[in-house]
């Protein structure tokens, strides 16, 4: 039994995240593009599958799945697949034991989500935080991306206005 929400793109996002629920507590064994949301962060994820785990849905939760082009795994991958699974835990009332990635090579690599939520949650936090005008207390420091960013000439000018210790020959 899968569910394919991807027609719903063109509806409002209140009305994918009901079709989302509505595919969950139906008990749909894959749902294909579901959206999550909590409040004002809002995730699509390319699958959800189901799993014998109780929830609020019933004797039955979900774990997420994203499919990547790559052949090997990366960071971003991880952090995304945690944010999905946050609101999942949201949308079903419990969290998922795991979060997977499926490989352009077709490999299936799980994650535990536990062993990532409290990052999640860190770097969640911090990224409100930024949107929502709080300081942060970021410096522009100098790193071996400056010569391919554009925002190069901003960072130049306020560490030259700090007597910044890179202004210094050789450090």
């Given at each position: ?19 989302t629920q509505h595919a969950m507590q ?146």
């Open positions: 039994h899968v569910v394919d929400l991807s027609a719903n793109s063109t509806l409002s996002l209140d009305a994918q995240v009901a079709a139906a008990g749909a064994e894959i749902i294909f593009q579901a959206t999550l949301a909590d409040g004002e962060l809002v995730g699509h994820a390319d699958f959800l599958r189901k799993v014998p785990r109780p929830s609020a849905l019933g004797d039955w939760g979900y774990e997420v799945l994203d499919t990547k082009l790559a052949r090997s795994p990366k960071a971003k991958f991880v952090v995304q697949l945690g944010f999905y699974s946050a609101l999942l835990t949201k949308a079903q009332g419990a969290a998922p034991r795991q979060m997977h990635v499926v490989l352009g090579s077709g490999e299936e690599l799980p994650y535990r989500c536990a062993d990532y939520a409290h990052y999640l949650e860190r770097i969640t936090a911090q990224f409100l935080a930024r949107v929502q005008g709080e300081i942060t207390g970021t410096y522009p420091a100098p790193c071996d991306k400056c010569s391919q960013c554009r925002w190069r000439g901003l960072c130049d000018e306020r560490r030259l206005k700090d007597d910044h210790l890179s202004q210094v020959a050789g450090i």
